[in-house]
């Protein structure tokens, strides 16, 4: 049930809310179409917010249903790639951050390894040196 809902709200209600969000908040910024997006630094930042509160909003939802978390980034993910500015904005701002955090999250994985008691046994060394061929 969680998967079917945070799915529905980032693929059927997220896109149907994108007139209310252009016509009620971002034309008080500036009169433009949400698909053919200017560059300005303060829509930038504004569409970047959106996109990042929109994902962790979508995420809590999943969490809270019992799914997973990377469901509900999924979802928002889908809900704003539709749109040219905001996927050149996360190429242009979001990709070098990106970058680093994936390094980071590979790293925690790798702290979680128990080497004392997996890698530092005579049995998995033995392994090692038939494997590397020494």
């Known amino acids: 049930i969680g998967i079917a809902l945070v799915g529905a709200i980032g693929t059927w209600v997220f896109p149907r809310a994108l007139p209310f969000i252009e016509t009620k908040i971002l034309v008080r910024l500036e ?3 949400l698909f053919h997006l200017p ?3 303060l829509l930038d930042t504004f569409l970047i917010t959106l996109m990042l509160s929109f994902g962790y909003l979508l995420s809590f939802a ?3 249903l019992g799914s997973t978390l990377l469901l ?3 979802a ?3 809900a ?3 749109i040219p500015r905001c996927r050149h904005l996360w190429e242009e701002e979001i990709q ?3 970058i680093w955090l994936v390094r980071l999250f590979f790293i925690s994985i790798g702290f979680l390894i128990p080497i004392h008691r997996t890698m530092l046994t005579g049995i998995a060394f033995g392994w090692g040196l038939v494997f590397t061929g020494h």
């Open 31 to 33: 009169k433009f179409s």
């Open 39 to 41: 560059a300005h630094p």
């Open 62 to 64: 999943a969490g809270m």
């Open 72 to 74: 509900g980034s999924f």
């Open 76 to 78: 928002a993910g889908a």
């Open 80 to 82: 704003f790639c539709r």
């Open 96 to 98: 070098p951050v990106t």
